[in-house]
């Protein structure tokens, strides 16, 4: 089965850019996205496409793939983007998530 | 505004049965794909079904194959999950998903989720 592996945790200060991998065989040849969840809450769509932005999300939040890794960068991180992040792709009619990262404003 | 609550969570014993509910508004529930994630305690997202606009396919992860059953009701925008022969394993809270599948353009992803409801399988 399709697996997709991310660091379990990145730390970063306040201003300064965080980068999340997502690896997995051949991913630059699918789509990847990425969400983000907040303690207690539901997960919310930040990138789609590779590098596509939804409505709402700030433009510090941009994303890209290629080869076998995908890509989540936070420019200028503030405290509110302390959170759990995940990637997903799609795989033989499965969707799959990645591991999951979290990142710590320090 | 896209809405999408989730019920019929709770505490069921190892072997029984439960049914989610997902009430969707704000949006066309007929022009969609629909899925439910799950998210055990402490642990990471995993996806569980889909199910095509028309109800005409459907997937399910293989943990669940033959147990769990996804459908909706278009009538009634809403969307459910089946849960038989449950296990301590399935214990997680249950997210529905508007589920952006298109086989044309390789895009498969979920731009809105509920709130979730919580499933407690134990003895």
């Known amino acids: 089965s399709y697996e997709l592996s991310q660091p379990p945790s990145v730390s970063v200060s306040p201003g300064q850019t965080a980068s999340i991998t997502c690896s997995g065989d051949k991913l630059g040849d699918r789509y990847a996205c990425w969400y983000q969840q907040k303690a207690g809450q539901s997960p919310v769509l930040v990138i789609y496409e590779d590098s596509r932005r939804p409505s709402g999300i700030p433009d510090r939040f941009s994303g890209s793939n290629s080869g076998n890794t995908a890509t989540l960068t936070i420019s200028g991180t503030q405290a509110m983007d302390e959170a759990d992040y995940y990637c997903q792709a799609w795989d033989s009619s499965t969707y799959v998530f990645g591991t999951g990262t979290t990142v710590t404003v320090l | 505004e896209v809405q999408l609550v989730e019920s019929g969570g709770g505490l069921v014993q190892p072997g029984g049965s439960l049914r989610l509910s997902c009430a969707a508004s704000g949006f066309s529930f007929t022009s969609y794909w629909m899925t439910w994630v799950r998210q055990a305690p402490g642990k990471g997202l995993e996806w569980v079904a889909n199910?095509?606009?028309?109800?005409?396919?459907?997937d399910y992860v293989d943990s669940v194959k033959g147990r769990f059953t996804i459908s909706r009701d278009n009538a009634k925008n809403s969307l459910y999950l089946q849960m038989n022969s449950l296990r301590a394993e399935d214990t997680a809270v249950y997210y529905c998903?508007?589920?952006?599948?298109?086989?044309?353009?390789?895009?498969?992803?979920?731009?809105?989720w509920g709130q979730g409801t919580l499933v407690t399988v134990s003895s």
């Open positions: 998903a508007r589920d952006l599948h298109d086989g044309r353009y390789g895009t498969y992803y979920f731009d809105f």
């Open positions: 199910i095509k606009e028309d109800g005409s396919e459907k």
